[in-house]
């Protein structure tokens, strides 16, 4: 097998990772099937979240953090033996991050870029590709004492949650803006090709409405700017910033394949330099950086010198190869006691205990807020199953050390009595997978909830305008219902007297599905919203002397 | 020094590019658009025939399985010929409301609906399609109610609305509803079957036949319950359904129109039928154990000359 070959395998595999990972991010969302025993419970046909469990970075972290190892994720082992034996070579062709990022780098010009470099200079090694491991240090840091914020910069969260919930809704958008044209237009032959792109977003996109989500700019922006960064630096994120980059490098240094240079055939003609994608000095006259090299083969596919040539066992001289950065063991400590230090200086604030956000509604099934926080990577799977649109991203609703991690915004929508998708995609056990009978609960078991709604009598038709409504009472997904009705006798703008019945709240009853807020006819400010307290998950943040028992 | 031809040029290229840059100024306009009122086309349904004899039966079949219920309903009124002939494009609109399993009583029975299905094409319907417009999300809803499977095995389109594409803004023509957005297949058929399930309900106290029309239109279907009874009485003079084929097999006494718990569930085995909506409703109301005076809608449709609440004036047909 030629060594162009080899390189067009990794293309075709890099471009098979790719794909499986778009088709199983459209297949995250309403598509599931009923079990065969009963049509009581949705399961999702297709392992969506699979990803997450060969990632060691997630794996370790999550086990720093709440030492256990969460369902699938020991499936990792695979890739930290792999890597072990053979180097970074899920970074050149497997990540679909990486693939993204290569072909967004593809075709730079050798013009000098703002930076002073050129093409073949900023393909040299950097000292700034140090700065992943200096990331990795400061998250395992933070793991060790319970914040897992590995999530903000895995790759693979990353890329979900920016196709996800960025892209596919900006592609949704530009379909309905479309439509509009389509349809407008009167002409029948157009407004089936109309037809034709509601059917790709109910079922290519898996969306009936298009999606909306909270903060989409935060996510949209990052992501972009990563995109962006490309065009000065080759695959910039994962030379300079990528934790699993930076972990999977370090395991590598044990790696018994590896590239040997025939130092003295170099001419320093720069064409490895020219198409390398690690940053990691190739090129003859310098050590290979072999914790950055990706494995991408396109060094020994273009040098018409032979200089370079990847093998087993190869030559390990000092001379030849430096198998881990340069990163002081003072350096080591320093970056770790910068992420334990980040934990008490994101958690001694308000957020978490003396002045948590009422609105700061949990997936039904998370578990409680501090070791949510220990589990929650971000990865917005939960946000994109949910049938509903319900589940969004914070901004720092959750504090700072929360951001992304997911939010009910019953106005945008209610969490779906029966629906158990969110705990079946989460692949850290933030959220718990839930039975249908766990969910909405039995005669000796109450259901779980998500939090308490209450009334805006302000607002409320029946309360403040003499008007009958009680489409809250309708939605109501509990039996009994959590919304009652008592007829009173009010006065009407005429002063004339009226019976009508007036909606109230048993917080026994409520589970904070926010059907009711959702359903509300004051549909800019509901007279009708839900507040965290009394959920589940906690004991403390709860109405109830009684439900507090239940509870714990 | 310039010549004639480079001033003609020159000058040519200035004007050529004011009158392009300028041309957006014609758009100056000191009014901007402000949402209009909406006005759309009165549109009238033709699905009801009005037959004097038909329109004074009243079917109620009793203790049987529930799709032979509805064949027998159907029988006792002539049988399904006498409403839907070769060629028609039928719609059947049972109440697929919540995302709940049959035997919760919240959406019209799944084997009831399979059955009109194939009623309706063993009489020669070109087309029948089952759909209608959920409350909770509607490909959860339609899977749990087993109203998909059931009627997609029948032979029926199942139409799940998935955008406001699929509404024409039509005016119903109501003393309270006028212009309301209008589910397209509903307009476009030749014969609507509706085939509510019977509910309790908070705020109508109880859904039947006239309610279940809720679900032929979009828009802010939330603010109808500030006058439910008028709204409801508008949809039933709008739609005058074909047939109205009510479901009390399982019917919902509390906690409705959602329900959830078996608790709230009471098993009647029934069926009534009619082409008199108001008549179809009197009669199962009674097997919610409620007086159909009370159901303010009932009296109001009555009111409205939509039909007659007085079963004794009826010839009820009892199989």
């Not at chain 1, 950097?126 to 700065?131: E, F, G, I, K, R």
């Not at chain 2, 089952?130 to 499977?149: A, H, W, Y």
């Amino acid at each position: 097998m030629t060594i162009q070959t080899v390189r067009n395998l990794r293309r075709i595999s890099q471009g098979l990772f790719l794909t499986l990972f778009i088709v199983l991010l459209l297949r995250t969302g309403f598509s599931g099937t009923l079990t065969s025993d009963s049509i009581k419970d949705f399961r999702l046909s297709w392992p969506v979240a699979v990803f997450f469990q060969i990632d060691p970075l997630v794996a370790i972290a999550t086990l720093f953090s709440t030492w256990r190892l969460y369902e699938g994720l020991v499936w990792s082992i695979i890739l930290v033996v792999a890597t072990v034996f053979f180097g970074r070579f899920f970074c050149g062709w497997v990540c679909p991050m990486g693939t993204v990022n290569q072909l967004v780098s593809l075709k730079r010009s050798n013009r000098k870029s703002i930076f002073g470099l050129n093409l073949i200079d900023s393909n040299r090694w950097h000292w700034y590709q140090n700065l992943k491991f200096y990331v990795l240090l400061i998250f395992i840091g933070a793991a060790l004492l319970g914040s897992l914020l590995t999530g903000i910069l895995d790759p693979l969260s990353l890329l979900i949650r920016s196709v996800g919930l960025v892209v596919f809704p900006m592609i949704g958008y530009i379909i309905e803006a479309i439509n509009g044209l389509l349809f407008g237009s009167g002409v029948s032959a157009l407004t089936y090709v109309g037809v034709a792109l509601n059917m790709f977003s109910q079922h290519v996109l898996l969306t009936v409405k298009p999606a909306h989500y909270h903060t989409i700019i935060s996510l949209g922006l990052f992501f972009f700017l990563v995109l962006a960064a490309n065009r000065w630096f080759t695959r910039f994120w994962c030379r300079g910033l990528c934790p699993l980059g930076a972990l999977l490098g370090l395991l590598s240094r044990w790696s018994i394949l590896g590239m040997q240079k025939d130092h003295d055939k170099c001419n320093q003609c720069n064409l490895c330099l020219k198409y390398c994608q690690g940053g990691d000095d190739p090129i003859g006259g310098a050590p290979w950086k072999k914790a950055d090299c990706h494995l991408c083969l396109n060094c020994q596919a273009v040098c018409p010198e032979s200089v370079i040539q990847f093998k087993l066992f190869p030559s390990d001289t000092a001379s030849q190869v430096k198998p881990a950065p340069s990163i002081s063991r003072r350096k080591v400590i320093a970056g770790l006691a910068a992420g334990a230090a980040a934990v008490p200086l994101l958690r001694s604030g308000d957020e978490l205990k003396a002045n948590f956000n009422s609105l700061l509604i949990r997936p039904p099934g998370a578990v409680e807020e501090q070791q949510f926080l220990a589990r929650c990577i971000r990865c917005g799977e939960c946000m994109k199953v949910c049938p509903n649109n319900a589940l969004h991203p914070t901004f720092l609703e959750a504090g700072w050390e929360g951001i992304w991690s997911p939010v009910l915004i019953p106005r945008i929508g209610y969490c779906e009595h029966t629906c158990t998708l969110c705990g079946q995609v989460c692949p850290t056990g933030a959220i718990r997978r839930l039975t249908l009978e766990e969910k909405v609960g039995t005669k000796e078991k109450p259901a779980i909830s998500i939090g308490t709604a209450f009334f805006d009598y302000g607002r409320c038709l029946p309360w403040a305008m003499a008007t009958p409504c009680q489409v809250c009472e309708e939605w109501c997904p509990t039996s009994p219902k959590a919304i009652y009705l008592v007829e009173e006798e009010v006065t009407d703008p005429n002063g004339k007297s009226v019976r009508l019945k007036r909606p109230h709240v048993n917080p026994k009853l409520c589970i904070g599905c926010g059907a009711c807020e959702k359903a509300c006819p004051i549909i800019d400010r509901p007279a009708i919203y839900v507040t965290s307290v009394g959920e589940s998950r906690s004991t403390y943040n709860q109405v109830l002397l009684e439900r507090h028992r239940k509870a714990s | 020094m310039t010549t004639r031809r480079e001033f003609i040029k020159k000058t040519g290229k200035a004007a050529a590019a004011s009158v392009v840059l300028g041309t957006g100024y014609l758009l100056a306009d000191s009014r901007p658009d402000y949402p209009k009122e909406k006005k759309a086309d009165r549109h009238e349904l033709k699905f009801f025939k009005d037959d004097p004899d038909l329109f004074r039966k009243v079917a109620v079949a009793r203790d049987d399985t529930p799709a032979n219920l509805v064949e027998k309903a159907v029988a006792a009124l002539g049988g399904i010929g006498a409403f839907v002939s070769k060629g028609d494009r039928v719609v059947v609109k049972p109440n697929v409301g919540w995302d709940r399993v049959p035997e919760q009583a919240a959406d019209t029975n799944p084997d009831m609906v399979a059955r009109m299905v194939r009623m309706c094409l063993s009489a020669g319907a070109k087309e029948v399609v089952v759909t209608d417009i959920t409350c909770n999300d509607p490909r959860r809803t339609f899977l749990r109610s087993g109203i998909q499977k059931a009627a997609e095995e029948a032979g029926a389109k199942v139409f799940i609305s998935s955008s406001d594409d699929d509404f024409k803004e039509v005016d119903l023509g109501g003393s309270l509803l006028t212009t309301w957005p209008v589910l397209k297949p509903i307009l476009d058929a030749d014969k609507l079957i509706n085939m509510p399930i019977a509910k309790h309900h908070g705020m109508s106290r109880a859904t039947i036949g006239m309610k279940n029309l809720y679900g032929i239109i979009g828009g802010r279907r939330n603010q109808l319950h500030q006058k439910i009874d008028q709204s409801i009485v508008d949809l039933a003079l709008f739609a005058k359904p074909t047939l109205v084929v009510a479901d009390c097999y399982r019917v919902l006494l509390r906690n409705g129109p959602v329900g959830g718990s078996l608790d709230d569930v009471k098993e009647c085995r029934a069926v009534v039928a009619g082409i008199d909506q108001v008549a179809v409703d009197t009669r199962a109301v009674e097997f919610l154990d409620m007086n159909p005076a009370e159901i303010g809608h009932i009296p109001l449709a009555e009111k409205s000359g939509l039909g007659t609440m007085s079963l004794d004036k009826k010839d009820i047909i009892n199989v």
